[in-house]
């Protein structure tokens, strides 16, 4: 399965063809259907829905679609009636403009003040008396299943890309891992040989009061003691596991988010308790930077589903 981001937007349209008439005046209008749908990242499946009141008997069945193929993600529904005349300007019939200075005398009687309607206002609402109802039960499932489809495949083309981010910055952990496994050898190395020689000054003030075997033994007890401190075996190897667990998810796709979030948290504790062990610069260097690279995917992880 491909992995999925929870941003994406799609949009899908259609066209119907009208005509009535209206007296001795015929009317002819193409009524058009829009709809957009955009989705952006949240932790659970947010559905809001902005629905002309033509529409707003289908936002059950919309909402059943969308749930069916999207399970994250904060997700807006927006749909959009036009109406275009065959005019630029619909011609107002008198009927519509009777009804209109009935309806503004009604409103003045009981608001003296309300201002008279402009030209611009009885365009406006004798388009609106005009518009031929259209019966949109039959297709605003189907131009929302082409919307939910385009929007299916925003999101799994941009989480192939964040797959491919994801992967480089497991590759470049791991690198980075592999220039840790060895200083932890060569630090235990150096801590020794200098008890030992710091020993050796302690002997040399005492004069032979302590005896050499056991200077010698509590030198290599104390090295012992701090191999034990820095040795960040386990942390490698846990990072490693977590490293391998993140490309599996990855690979096998789906609804990896949630568990590619956890996976992050433990890279991010993996990472602080190799930076706490640290003895050597070098160390610490390799330890901030795998915080880098760590929040960086804990950034990309936020937007897949």
Do not use: C
Not at 48 to 67: C, G, I, K, Q, T
Not at 224 to 253: N, Q, S
Not at 287 to 297: A, R
């Amino acid at each position: 399965m491909p992995v999925y981001s929870m941003t994406g937007y799609a949009s899908a349209q259609h066209s119907t063809a009208n005509s009535a008439s209206d007296g001795d005046v015929k009317t002819a209008s193409v009524s058009q259907l829009g709809l957009e749908i955009r989705s952006v990242n949240s932790r659970f499946l947010d559905l809001s829905f902005r629905l002309p009141e033509d529409l707003r008997a289908h936002e059950p069945a919309l909402r059943d679609l969308v749930v069916a193929h999207i399970k994250r993600g904060k997700v807006e529904v927006r749909a959009t009636i036009e109406s275009k005349d065959a005019q630029t300007v619909a011609d107002p019939s008198t009927r519509i403009l009777q009804r209109l200075n009935s309806v503004q005398d009604s409103v003045k009687a009981w608001l003296p003040d309300a201002a008279p309607l402009s030209v611009a206002d009885v365009l406006r609402l004798a388009g609106t008396e005009q518009t031929i109802a259209t019966d949109w039960s039959k297709v605003v499932v189907t131009v929302a299943q082409k919307a939910v489809k385009a929007l299916l495949a925003s999101r799994q083309r941009e989480g192939e890309r964040l797959a491919t981010t994801l992967l480089d910055r497991t590759s470049q952990l791991r690198a980075l891992a592999s220039q840790a496994v060895p200083m932890v050898p060569k630090l235990v190395e150096q801590q020794r040989l200098r008890f030992l020689d710091r020993w050796k000054e302690a002997m040399a003030l005492t004069e032979g009061a302590v005896a050499p075997d056991a200077a010698r033994d509590r030198a290599l007890t104390e090295a012992t003691a701090f191999a034990i401190r820095i040795d960040v075996a386990e942390e490698i190897t846990r990072l490693d596991a977590h490293l391998d667990e993140i490309e599996r998810l990855l690979k096998k796709g789906g609804e990896v988010g949630k568990r590619l979030d956890f996976l992050i948290q433990e890279l991010h504790r993996e990472a602080n308790t190799l930076g706490a062990k640290s003895a050597a610069l070098e160390l610490t260097h390799i330890s901030v930077d795998m915080k880098v690279l760590i929040e960086q995917m804990r950034e990309q992880v936020q937007n897949i589903e």
